[in-house]
Structures are given as structure tokens and as C-alpha cells.
């Protein structure tokens, strides 16, 4: 099968050299020349466990990257995978999708066979049949071979391609008996000798069960950190208490890890997207407006420990960890982002480190200094919070002897803590 995917970025990425894997022909096309560039050399545009190797696999054989959409009407399928980032008041912002798909569809204007552009970006379910069937329809002519369906992406950044090799689920949202068969035929090749579940729907509730998962998973997080806080305040220690709520098999271990807070280029404007599309039906959801409060409000309680042990005005203050997870980075909307802004406020002298993500933190805040590794960072601070559950962090020891004053918050429980520091845990 002939697979187009519109949109180089994280998802787009991984999923054309993934789709290449499995023995698809894939053109990947982006406007970037850059990423489209770096692909044809064989390398990732972003920072992801085995996408490289896939992409040295393939790249000059199954997988060719370009700025053009000419491949479109010649391929099988065609998959938009554009970013959809938040307006200002939370709402969708699909200006670069719409523009995507209005695009594609003018390349698939004389295209004489059926063809299905599938949506892998996250969008509300209204906004299909308001905004981007349109835009497609319209690029299209009205062309009436050329159908839309949605499949929806669950894979996490930091093992984006595991994911996509081991879903927990496919989600095929269509229209016709025959967009659901294409659909089955890319995926085909995945199931191997497992099985996959398949929920074949509409367009619109794949959307929706996108949604409901990453507010699902986010709101679990906000109510362990809820309850993890409370578990501070009453000196517990919030992992010993989840690890057994964790034991409930209708609860599960996974995702019950408190700290600092949900970041990520997907929880935080998803819940914030699903929430402004409720209310715009008139419907406030109070449980997601609370799953947001409580995350909007753990990095001020990381400080607030700091700020108990240390008079940040001045001081040195070391930042551990910026990407918004491990394994990535990627620092959208990182907690590492407000802890950042919020020590300014306080007067703190910033000293940051983080594996791979400082480049694009350094673009972010420029006036903040950059140390080469946690050691440096550490050296002559008179505090450091942890962000970043990096495992390098696990070994750190004889280093925090190196602080001015060995005051240790952490956001993650990452760190070994030893009867030298004091040592704060968020929620233990
Ligand atoms: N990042 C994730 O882990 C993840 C996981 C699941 C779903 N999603 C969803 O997938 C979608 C894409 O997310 P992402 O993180 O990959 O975004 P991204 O910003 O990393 O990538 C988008 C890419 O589209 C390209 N682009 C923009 N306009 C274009 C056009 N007209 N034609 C061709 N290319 C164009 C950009 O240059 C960029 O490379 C979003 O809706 C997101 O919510 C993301
Ligand atoms: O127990 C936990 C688990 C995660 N996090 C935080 O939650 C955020 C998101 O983590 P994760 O879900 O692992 O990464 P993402 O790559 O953002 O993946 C989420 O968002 C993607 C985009 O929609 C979905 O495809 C994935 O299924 C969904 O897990 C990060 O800041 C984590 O530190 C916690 O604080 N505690």
C-alpha cells in the first residue's frame, strides 16, 4: 500500500517510518525544508527511542520525505498528522490543519478513484463536519471520491514507537464499509499473530474517545497529586498509599505517580480544548476545570517547600530536569516552564540542566544560565527543585554534597535522598 502522511512532527514522524516497518510504501510530506531534509538523510527531526534506526531503515527505500503534495492522488491513503494547539482561551486552534487539509484535497481534485484522508490530529468532534470535512471538501471541488475518516493517536512521547508497535487499541472512525476496510489493510500488518482490538465507529465519537482518554488519564493524575497533597499535609507518604490503591484492578498501578504536574504537548491543551468545545454547548465541566486548578497549582507548591528551607531572593538556585517527561525533548508546556517563571519572581539566580531539552529551553529563557551536566548544576546552589524524572538523576549523591546549602525539593521522586541534604518530597 502507497500511504501519504501530511505533517513531519512527533506523530507524523513516527508514524510514517512506523508505517514504513511494516512494509508500506510512505512519502512523508512537511512545508519545513529542514525536517524534510533531515529525514532524507535518515535522521529524526525530534528526539525519539528508535526512530532513528527506523528511519535509516527505510529513508531512500520505502520512505521518502518532500515539500510536495504531488504523491497524494498517486497514494492509498493519506493520514494529516498537523499540530492543533490551543487559541488563548483554550478553544482549538485548526488554522494550520484546515490549511493542510484544504491542500490536500486540492491535490486529490481529479482523482478519479476513491480516496480516504484519514485525521490523525486531535480535534473536537464538531469541528470535523464544521471545519475540516469542509476544508477537504472544498480543496477537493467537491470531488466525491475523496472520503474523510478519523484515527485518532494514543502513542506517548518517550516510546512513541513501542506504542505504536503495542497499541492497547486502534480506533477507526469512518463513514463507509470501505473507508473501515482501508483502514484495517494499513493496520493489517501490525496484527501479526496478536489481536489488536479494533473499535470501528464514526468520525466524530473516534474523536470523542480521543478526548476522553487524555482527560481520563489527566484527571487521574490531578486527583493522586489531590490526594498525594493531602497525604503531604498528614506527613504520609502518597506512593505507599497509591501503590496499594494501585493493587484495585479497577484502578490499576499505571499513571498514579504524583509530583509536579501533567505537562506535554497533549494533556494540557486537550483537557483545555475539550473543556472550551463543552462550555461553547453550555455544559461546564467541573471535574476537568478541577483536574486543570490542581495542576496549574503544583509548581507553586514545589516552591512553597522551597522557599520554607531557603530565601530564594538571590540565591542559587539549581533546576533539575526540563523536558516535560524523560526520554524526550520535547519542553511544551513543561512544568520546568512556571517553576522557571515563578523563581524569577522570586529573585532567584537559575542555574538549569536537563539531558537533551536545553537547547529549546535556552530559546524560552535566554537570560538564565545552562550548566553542562546535574553536577554543574548543582555546584555552589543554595537549592535545587527537581522537574524531571530522568533516571540519571537516581544516581546523583556525592554531587549534592557540592551545594552551598544541600536543599533538595523534589517534583518526581527521583532522588536518592541522603541524611546530609534536607530533603523535601512533593507529596511524601
Ligand atoms: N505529540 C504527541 O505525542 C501526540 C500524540 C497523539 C496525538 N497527537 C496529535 O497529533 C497532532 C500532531 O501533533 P505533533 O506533536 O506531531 O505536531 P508537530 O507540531 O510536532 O508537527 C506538525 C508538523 O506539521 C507540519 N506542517 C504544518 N503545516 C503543514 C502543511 N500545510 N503541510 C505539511 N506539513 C505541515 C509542521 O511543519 C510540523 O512539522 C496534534 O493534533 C496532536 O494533538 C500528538
Ligand atoms: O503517573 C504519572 C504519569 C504521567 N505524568 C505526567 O503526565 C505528563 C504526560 O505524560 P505521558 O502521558 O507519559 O506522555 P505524553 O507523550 O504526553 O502522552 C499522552 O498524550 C498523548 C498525546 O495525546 C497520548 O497519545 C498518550 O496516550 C498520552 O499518555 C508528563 O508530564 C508526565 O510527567 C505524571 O505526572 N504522573
Known amino acids: 500500500m502507497h500511504i501519504t502522511v501530511i505533517g513531519s512532527g512527533y506523530v507524523g514522524t513516527t508514524i510514517a517510518a512506523c508505517f514504513a516497518d511494516l512494509g508500506h510504501k510512505v512519502t512523508a510530506i512537511d512545508i519545513d525544508d529542514d525536517i524534510v531534509a533531515t529525514i532524507n538523510e535518515g535522521e ?52 494550520t490543519l484546515a490549511a493542510a487539509a484544504e491542500a490536500t484535497g486540492e491535490a486529490l481534485a481529479d482523482k478519479t478513484d476513491r480516496h480516504l484522508v484519514v485525521i490523525k490530529s486531535t480535534i473536537t468532534p464538531p469541528s470535523i463536519a464544521s471545519t475540516i470535512e469542509p476544508a477537504i471538501k472544498a480543496g477537493a471541488d467537491g470531488n466525491e471520491n475523496v472520503e474523510i475518516g ?19 487499541k486502534l480506533v477507526f472512525g469512518t463513514n463507509s464499509e470501505w473507508a473501515s476496510n482501508r483502514l484495517h ?49 498528614f506527613g504520609l507518604d502518597a506512593y505507599e498509599v497509591m501503590d496499594a490503591v494501585g493493587l484495585d ?11 509536579v504536574g501533567w505537562g506535554g504537548s497533549c494533556f494540557p491543551k486537550d483537557v483545555a480544548a475539550i473543556t472550551a468545545a463543552a ?32 530565601d530564594v531572593d538571590g540565591a542559587r538556585i539549581a533546576v533539575l530536569g526540563l523536558a516535560f517527561k524523560p526520554q524526550t525533548d520535547d519542553i511544551r508546556n513543561s512544568r520546568a516552564i512556571p ?27 535566554p537570560d538564565i544560565e545552562y550548566a553542562a ?10 537549592g535545587t527543585v527537581v522537574v524531571t524524572d530522568w533516571d540519571e538523576f537516581a544516581t546523583l549523591n ?31
Request: net charge negative.
Open 44 to 95: 529524526a527531526p525530534i528526539d525519539e527511542p528508535g526512530l532513528d534506526d527506523l528511519l535509516e531503515a527505510h529513508v531512500g527505500d520505502r520512505l521518502t520525505a518532500t515539500t510536495s503534495y504531488d504523491a497524494v492522488p498517486d497514494s492509498d491513503v493519506t493520514f494529516l498528522a498537523i499540530g492543533t494547539p490551543s487559541n488563548a482561551d483554550g478553544s482549538i486552534d485548526l488554522t
Open 150 to 168: 478519523m484515527n485518532p493517536e494514543f502513542l506517548r512521547e518517550g516510546s512513541a514507537v513501542e506504542d505504536f508497535v503495542n497499541p492497547d
Open 185 to 233: 489493510d494499513v493496520f493489517e500488518p501490525l496484527q501479526d499473530d496478536r489481536s489488536v482490538p479494533i473499535v470501528d465507529t464514526d468520525p466524530a465519537t473516534a474523536a470523542m474517545i480521543k478526548y476522553a482518554n487524555n482527560a481520563f488519564l489527566a484527571s487521574k493524575i490531578s486527583l493522586v497529586n489531590d490526594l498525594g497533597n493531602i497525604c503531604k499535609e
Open 249 to 259: 484492578d479497577r484502578i490499576s498501578e499505571r499513571f498514579l505517580r504524583s509530583g
Open 279 to 310: 462550555r461553547e454547548t453550555g455544559y461546564e465541566p467541573a471535574v476537568l476545570e478541577a483536574a486543570i486548578d490542581v495542576n496549574d497549582r503544583q509548581p507553586g507548591r514545589l516552591l512553597d517547600l522551597l522557599t520554607k528551607h531557603v
Open 339 to 365: 517553576i522557571i517563571e515563578q523563581l524569577q519572581d522570586l529573585g532567584a539566580e537559575i542555574v538549569a540542566y536537563d539531558p537533551v531539552a536545553m537547547d529549546p529551553m535556552c530559546d524560552r529563557f
Open 373 to 382: 551536566s546535574a553536577a554543574e548544576a548543582l555546584e555552589g546552589a543554595h
Open 398 to 428: 556525592d554531587e549534592f554534597d557540592e551545594m552551598e546549602t544541600p536543599v533538595v525539593v523534589d517534583g518526581r521522586r527521583i532522588v536518592d535522598p541522603s541524611t546530609e541534604m534536607t530533603y523535601e518530597g512533593l507529596t511524601w
